[in-house]
């Protein structure tokens, strides 16, 4: 089960999936926007379902994840990649943008792991992977909102890893650093836009403290996500683990 699955990190999780052999429930706003994640799997969109969710609806939310917790099977791994962000100064930051970003980042996971969760030691065990952010990790200016929302995220992970590992459940956080995606290219265009700075100055800015000086590839996120379903994490649980060349250490 993989949220946020229409575009960027989720849409190469969800493709790794179907291309080690899992069946895949893709969940985005809409069914349509899951249109180039069928076209992309080809024949292995037959292995694939997907599902329509708009997680800062509340009502939606619930639906999908009573949905999930009534199939059968139930889920062995989710993969809450889901998000949203703000940037912008704490004075230019409503109650609205902070309600809304943490409603996706943080309360939508939520949910979803305590209407999946139980069912998966059930089962016999599952993998939960939240997918955070090197804001998870440290404070990045302009950005309170959603690194209130991801250091959020990253608490939950410690605290389920506690309460489900004797359930045979893991549940990690894979923290990627700025990553090769249409949000990162709509935050180089913001710095454009605010700075009169050209594309090559704005990504030589932005990438300044990245000790690789290059965004991280979706995958190579996918991957660690791959490798936390595998029979060899079993014994990893409570982890936060950075994907973002450096830029955290």
């Known amino acids: 089960m993989v949220t946020g699955a229409n575009r960027g990190i989720g849409k190469t999780i969800a493709l790794a999936f179907l291309r080690a052999g899992w ?7 809409t069914t349509q926007s899951l249109d180039a994640l069928r076209q992309e799997a080809g024949g292995l969109s037959e292995r694939l379902k997907v599902m329509a969710c708009d997680l800062s609806d509340p009502a939606q939310l619930e639906g999908a994840a009573q949905a999930l ?3 059968e099977p139930v889920p062995g791994v989710l993969v809450n990649n889901a998000g949203i962000t703000v940037s912008a100064p704490l004075h230019k930051t409503s109650a609205e943008d902070l309600q809304r970003v ?4 943080t309360v939508a996971p939520y949910l979803l792991c305590r209407a999946l969760i139980p069912r998966m030691a059930d ?10 952010s090197i804001a998870s990790l440290k404070g990045i200016r302009y950005t309170s909102a959603y690194c209130a929302s991801k250091h959020a995220l990253l608490g939950m992970t410690r605290a389920l890893a506690i309460e489900w590992g004797k359930k045979a459940v893991t549940v990690n956080a894979v923290c990627p650093g700025w990553t090769e995606t ?8 913001a710095v454009v836009h605010r700075t009169g700075r050209s594309p090559e100055q704005a ?12 965004p991280v590839q979706p995958e190579e996120v ?8 595998s029979p060899a994490a079993a014994g990893l649980t409570g982890a ?3 994907v973002d060349c450096g830029e955290a250490a």
Do not use: C, H, K, W
């Not at 089962?123 to 955070?132: E, H, P, Q, S």
């Not at 996918?222 to 379903?229: E, G, I, N, R, T």
């Open 102 to 105: 943490l409603q996706v980042n």
């Open 23 to 29: 069946p895949v429930v893709a969940l985005a706003r």
């Open 69 to 71: 917790a009534d199939a």
């Open 240 to 242: 936060a683990l950075p």
């Open 123 to 132: 089962a016999g065990g599952g993998r939960v992977i939240n997918i955070g």
């Open 222 to 229: 996918a991957a660690l996500v791959l490798y936390l379903s």
């Open 182 to 189: 249409d949000m990162f290219t709509r935050a180089l265009e």
């Open 203 to 214: 990504r030589d800015a932005v990438l300044a403290s990245n000790p690789m000086g290059r």
